[in-house]
């Protein structure tokens, strides 16, 4: 059996059972630096049992879309944060938790100027630019033993291009 996903838009509001979507949307929180700068605060829930929030640089190859989802992981001590280093759309899909396995997935695709961020013990996939190579800061859990946990699908999910 062949399941087929179709990726949306990424929004707050339909992201929101599995994270935070990273943007500078409306008016800034407040200005700082003499008036020159807005700053949006506080934008993602990080989210650790142990160890500190770390910022690693992932550097990804481009996907094409149709494309085969094989593979969804999560991280049970921490949440992950992708912020894109370059204004280039990517590929993110969630997946409900579903006493302990991935439920039905969900495929969104971002917009310039979005990132993520999965909150701890979300199924989602990799990183997926979907042009050119895609640069990435990525927030996460920095600490002692294993935060990773895969999820390998029998059947085939294909995400179509939208």
């Not at 700068?37 to 990804?60: M, V």
């Not at 100027?113 to 989602?124: F, P």
């Amino acid at each position: 059996m062949t399941l087929s996903i179709t990726p949306q838009p990424l929004t707050a509001e339909a992201f929101a059972p599995f994270g935070d979507v990273l943007e500078a949307a409306g008016a800034p929180d407040k200005m700082i630096n003499q008036g020159l700068c807005g700053r949006f605060h506080d934008r993602a829930n990080l989210d650790f049992s142990d160890g500190c929030a770390g910022i690693s640089i992932f550097d990804a190859e481009a996907r094409t879309l149709p494309m085969v989802l094989d593979m969804v992981e999560r991280h049970p001590d921490g949440s992950q944060a992708f912020v894109p280093m370059s204004s280039e759309p990517f590929l993110v899909v969630v997946a409900p938790d579903e006493e302990g396995r991935p439920g039905t997935p969900v495929a969104f695709i971002t917009q310039p100027g979005q990132g993520v961020n999965y909150h701890r013990n979300i199924w989602h996939g990799v990183c997926a630019p979907l042009s050119d190579q895609g640069r990435f800061a990525v927030i996460d859990r920095i600490g002692a033993g294993p935060n990773l946990q895969e999820h390998w699908f029998k059947e085939d999910i294909i995400i179509e291009r939208p």
